[in-house]
């Protein structure tokens, strides 16, 4: 069993940054693909980010590229999410996910954290 608790969330201005955390509990942490998905109000939730349980393998939706970099650190048990050149429309709930189900495209994932709050004022 795995729980994902998400911090750095917060209201920051167009161009600004934020880095985001995501720091798992259970000590399989290190198998699992991770990902990041957001929510924004009125709008299905969609992928953003994920990485590959070494790191090694990235993939990033084509609205966040260059902007967004996914990160992890697998003796903190700890996933990252560096947000760069925010915009109005990342204005989302911000979630963790880890092992998914099936193609990642599906955001079949088996934990999920509860989300933290990314304000980008214009």
């Known amino acids: 069993q795995v729980q994902l608790v998400e911090s750095g969330g917060g209201l920051v201005q167009t161009g600004g940054s934020l880095r985001l955390s995501c720091a798992a509990s259970?000590?399989?942490?290190?198998?699992?693909?991770m990902a990041w998905c957001r929510q924004a109000p009125g709008k299905e939730r969609e992928f953003v980010a994920a990485?590959?349980?070494?790191?090694?393998?990235?993939s990033y939706a084509d609205s966040v590229k260059g902007r967004f970099t996914v990160s992890r650190d697998n003796a903190k048990n700890t996933v990252y999410l560096q947000m760069n050149g925010l915009k109005p429309e990342d204005t989302a709930v911000y979630y963790c996910?880890?092992?998914?189900?099936?193609?990642?495209?599906?955001?079949?994932?088996?934990?999920w954290g509860q989300g933290t709050q990314v304000t980008v004022s214009s």
């Open positions: 259970g000590r399989t942490f290190s198998r699992y693909t």
């Open positions: 996910a880890a092992d998914p189900k099936g193609p990642i495209a599906t955001l079949a994932f088996n934990y």
């Open positions: 990485l590959s349980w070494s790191g090694g393998g990235t």
